[in-house]
């Protein structure tokens, strides 16, 4: 998998594009990198993958949802969307979504670059415009 990583100072915004085959340890290394960078601002992150392409199991969806709610590198309240192109991809990130629910981040799956973005943008969790309204498969 080729990830470039891309953080707006002035928002703190992490944006990843992946292509290629994409692996679960690869997701886990990456989330890592933005963690430890200092430009972080810590509440959103994007990672873009519709250049991408995985099949994960369900253990594997379950364990990145784990290591996300662990891994430290968002601030309570911070938001993380999905962009993929595929019906696999759409599918298996809403299961992580499912399991990610109750790790005091929102988790969002799209497949258009500028509802992804749009979320992002909402002020909050407890703003009831953030939640869900997105394209479906």
Known sequence: MAVTLCINPATGRATFTGTGTVTVEELKTVALRVGASPEFGGKQILWDLAGASFNFSTAE??????????????????????LVSEDLEFGLLRMFEVFREQGGVQVAVFREREEATSWLDIAGPDDPSSLHGRTGG
Not at 61 to 82: D, M, N, P
């Open 61 to 82: 969806i379950r364990e990145l949802a784990e290591f996300t709610k662990v891994g430290g590198h968002f601030q309570s309240g911070g938001k993380a969307a999905y």
